[in-house]
């Protein structure tokens, strides 16, 4: 596509319950970024794949958060047992390379934790 | 760990006048980046700066990344309706995984 895809655009879920956050990056893009934008902030850094490396997990808050990559096409953040501090903007970015290349944003999904 | 300390956090502003916004940090980077985001939308590229002391432009955008490499600034001219957004700072360090570390953001609202 023209752009990054992310979905859904918005999700509401119960304290608890486990999400999926889907991310399609740029095609060509081999490298694709997770972060997370709680309201009124800046962006956190989660997690960061590039090709076939291992990713950069050092964001990640808890282990209740995971991300994977099927080779350099879509990712999917789950977030295990959902807690009120989760809700937050969820957003994903992909460039050409990892380090120096511009990062291009979707949309993001917003998460809702009731 | 890395932090950016952007300022000011928000403005309100008459269309037409200049705007200034900053960002420190306490360690090196070697990428300053600053980004707009609009409502329900994610951050969009504005200015990218790659090399200590470096001045650049985008129409009536003007970043510059200092010698330091510990600070930068972005200017708005002439500011109009449509530059009302969340301006962001980002920061790339010396690792290799293009991590950005994001500023906090300046709220920017100008009145017509």
């Known amino acids: 596509g023209a752009g990054v895809s992310q979905s859904p655009s918005n999700k509401v879920t119960e304290k608890g319950k486990d999400v999926e956050l889907r991310c399609d990056p740029i095609?060509?893009?081999?490298?694709l970024y997770w972060y997370r934008q709680r309201l009124g902030q800046g962006l956190e850094f989660l997690i960061y794949?590039?090709?076939?490396?291992?990713?950069?997990k050092s964001g990640l808050p808890s282990d209740r958060f995971s991300a994977e990559r099927t080779g350099e096409s879509v990712s999917t953040l789950t977030i295990q047992r959902t807690q009120q501090e989760d809700s937050a903007v969820y957003l994903c970015?992909?460039?050409?390379?990892?380090?120096?290349?511009?990062?291009?944003f979707g949309a993001g999904t917003r998460l809702s934790v009731l | 760990g890395q932090q950016l300390n952007q300022s000011p956090q928000s403005m309100f502003i008459q269309e037409g006048e200049d705007v200034s916004m900053n960002c420190t940090s306490s360690s090196i980077f070697n990428t300053w980046l600053w980004y707009k985001q609009d409502p329900g939308e994610g951050p969009v590229l504005l200015i990218a700066?790659?090399?200590?002391?470096e001045l650049t432009s985008n129409g009536r955008l003007t970043a510059q990344f200092g010698i330091t490499r510990k600070d930068s600034f972005l200017n708005i001219s002439a500011s109009i309706p449509s530059d009302v957004g969340i301006y962001f700072c980002?920061?790339?360090?010396?690792?290799?995984?293009?991590?950005?570390?994001f500023g906090q953001g300046t709220t920017l609202q100008v009145k017509p």
């Open positions: 095609s060509g893009h081999t490298a």
């Open positions: 794949f590039q090709g076939n490396s291992a990713p950069d």
């Open positions: 980002a920061g790339l360090g010396s690792s290799n995984t293009g991590k950005l570390i």
């Open positions: 970015a992909s460039s050409l390379r990892g380090a120096k290349n511009i990062q291009y």
């Open positions: 700066l790659y090399k200590a002391g």
